[in-house]
């Protein structure tokens, strides 16, 4: 699968003082579910190239200008109020156009904590402080267009239920897995063509 040169499908449950440092880093606790994940399985197997658990936080530019649409300063100031106004925006410009849109933007990256890399720019993040901690959110800020004077362009990880615009940290592993698992016989099919080419190269040789 696609990532698995990396982490070789290999997990290791964190030691109670690494799960401190990160913590510390980040200046929050960690949710339940994340937390427990991290010391009973840990880091390594997973989405995308493997879970690396880093603090997403760094030092953005200084902005002067007012918040571009659909952006705050930080994932804390996404209550329920404005995240439901955002994903109202969201859904009603995807409706009038095809064009890539983004949930929600921020200045900063204060708050979340870094899941998995899946490549070409896509990032997936946890957020670990506010009314949305717990929640889980992609940044594809690489694919499409970010909003000017913001970082980041956001959008809701898979697998979100009750109702919930963003997944809790194990609807979204759930999700991811069942979404691997469908696309088990297109990378088995795409192996098995790429041994039969190489099989045919040595025998030309």
């Not at 990532?3 to 290999?10: F, K, M, N, T």
């Not at 659909?70 to 209550?79: D, G, M, P, Y």
């Not at 983004?102 to 506010?130: K, N, P």
Request: aromatic fraction near 10%; proline fraction near 5%.
């Amino acid at each position: 699968m696609h990532g698995s040169r990396r982490h070789l499908y290999e997990c290791e449950p964190w030691p109670l003082h690494a799960l401190q440092h990160i913590e510390q880093q980040i200046g929050e606790q960690l949710p339940d579910q994340c937390r427990r994940w991290i010391t009973r399985v840990g880091g390594g197997a997973g989405p995308g190239y493997g879970f690396s658990y880093r603090n997403a936080d760094y030092v953005a530019r200084k902005y002067d200008s007012p918040l571009p649409v659909r952006c705050i300063e930080n994932v804390t100031h996404l209550s329920d109020e404005v995240l439901a106004r955002f994903h109202k925006e969201f859904t009603d410009s995807k409706a009038r156009s095809n064009a890539f849109d983004y949930l929600f933007a921020v200045r900063s990256y204060h708050g979340l904590l870094t899941l998995c890399e899946h490549g070409c720019g896509w990032d997936s993040y946890l957020i670990v402080a506010g009314p949305q901690r717990g929640r889980v959110v992609e940044d594809t800020a690489a694919m499409g267009v970010t909003p000017e004077e913001a970082e980041g362009s956001f959008l809701p990880g898979n697998g979100a239920r009750d109702g919930h615009i963003l997944p809790t940290f194990f609807e979204w592993f759930n999700r991811m897995i069942d979404l691997e698992i469908q696309m088990l016989p297109q990378h088995r099919a795409f192996r098995l063509q790429k041994q039969e080419r190489e099989n045919q190269e040595k025998l030309r040789s």
